[in-house]
């Protein structure tokens, strides 16, 4: 390995809010960033801007859209033009302008839970009835998956008295790290296109393939679907840039797109400029080595995780993610047990000292869950598992 994501780099001096919100002695294994610095050409980058010494405004500029759309048909084989591109100052500001600009006050957005908690409340920031098509748990032995039923889906559509107006898509799926299958996204698609719902698809982890896993943005499918489609896209969880806040909307059709450049017109939203030129030397391919390696390691951290649990943590059932580096650890056994009192959020801050995202905030079916965060060093992730284990037993 060329490069070394072992390092214990402190961040608690920083202003990171995974690492300052509670107390030294707590380790925190929540909030999705990763506790690697960033590949060396952002950095070199960022520190020539820097050196400049100048920070006026910036906007996104030609070059900028060109390596998108040249990362896209590099990594998928999806064409676009550069001027389908648009820059937002983050993902959760870019799902919220989709909705803003798609639908209508009092019209629906389907979403399907557990998921990122952000898309829970968008219908409240953009006066929107929420409709909910929860995914179905499988647990075989130890281990889960989810399902989409499509009774449930085909149920959410609409309901709520509300009309669907927009699918807020998340694929690869946080919290879950699941990628649908193509079957899958193309029967999402097709059931949207009957029902004239755009769709939003937020793929932030698109590129955090762990293991050999295949994987296409849902647009990329063809040229129809991109026609309804809105992708999300960023450097920030891929290249642990995500202060920055930089990310795109792909939107291939043009009145769409105009919809979605008039509303962040009318939030008055910029992208910062140190983070247009990380996403530069993010996306232009100099930091893939980087990638290629970042995603073994954090393969072979999931697989750590996995094992441990399975070994030492009986009860808890996890995820596999193919993508991402969270897992998704269903405590509801232990609760059941009288092992675990109350949420396992609180039980594992409090007594072991860990702090995971809370389950419940994932919406309905994350109760009793809890998600732990392995983008960092292997003895950070043994430090954390061991405390966990020490409680449980
Ligand atoms: C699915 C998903 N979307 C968006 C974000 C955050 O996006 P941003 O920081 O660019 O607003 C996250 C962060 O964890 C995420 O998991």
């Not at 075989?140 to 998956?145: A, E, I, N, V, Y």
């Not at 393969?299 to 991402?324: C, E, S, Y």
Request: hydrophobic share 40%; aromatic share 10%.
């Amino acid at each position: 390995m060329e490069y070394n994501f072992d390092s214990l780099i402190d961040r608690r001096s920083t202003n990171s809010v995974k690492w300052s919100r509670y107390p030294q002695d707590v380790l925190p294994m929540w909030v999705a960033d990763m506790d690697f610095p960033a590949p060396e050409p952002i950095l070199r980058a960022l520190r020539q801007a820097v050196d400049h010494g100048v920070f006026g405004y910036d906007w996104p500029r030609e070059p900028l859209y060109k390596t998108v759309a040249v990362r896209m048909e590099k990594l998928y084989g999806w064409q676009i033009e550069p001027e389908m591109v648009v820059a937002v100052p983050g993902l959760v500001s870019g799902f919220n302008v989709a909705a803003g600009a798609v639908c209508d006050a009092g019209t629906g957005i389907l979403m399907q839970p557990p998921v990122y908690f952000p898309f829970l409340s968008v219908h409240e920031n953009q006066q929107l009835v929420r409709q909910l098509a929860p995914l179905k748990k499988h647990s075989r032995g130890d281990s889960l998956r989810y399902e989409i039923d499509w009774e449930i889906f085909e149920g959410a559509v609409h309901s709520n008295g509300a009309r669907t107006r927009m699918c807020l898509l998340c694929q690869p799926h946080n919290p879950t790290g699941q990628i649908y299958s193509q079957s899958d996204l193309l029967c999402i698609a097709e059931k949207c296109r009957q029902e004239e719902i755009i769709i939003c698809s937020d793929e932030i982890h698109n590129e955090l393939l762990l293991g050999s896993v295949d994987y296409a943005p849902l647009a990329s499918h063809s040229p129809g679907i991109a026609a309804y489609t809105i992708t999300l896209v960023a450097p920030s969880k891929t290249f642990n840039i995500a202060g920055l806040f930089c990310g795109f909307a792909i939107i291939p059709d043009r009145e769409l797109r105009k919809k979605f450049e008039k509303q962040m017109h009318c939030m008055t939203l910029h992208v910062n400029g140190l983070g247009l030129i990380a996403a530069q030397a993010a996306m232009s391919g100099e930091c893939d080595d980087w990638l290629d390696e970042l995603r073994i390691y954090l393969t072979a951290n999931r697989d750590f995780a996995v094992q441990f649990i399975h070994d030492k943590l009986p009860g808890i059932r996890t995820t596999l993610p193919d993508a991402t580096y969270l897992l998704w650890l269903d405590c509801s056994e232990l609760v059941r047990a009288g092992q675990i009192e109350g949420s396992p959020h609180l039980f594992f801050l409090e007594k072991a000292r860990v702090a995971l995202n809370d389950g419940a905030d994932f919406g309905p079916g994350g109760e009793d869950f809890v998600r732990l965060n392995f983008g960092c060093p292997r003895a950070t992730l043994a430090e954390a598992l061991n405390r966990m284990e020490k409680i449980l037993n």
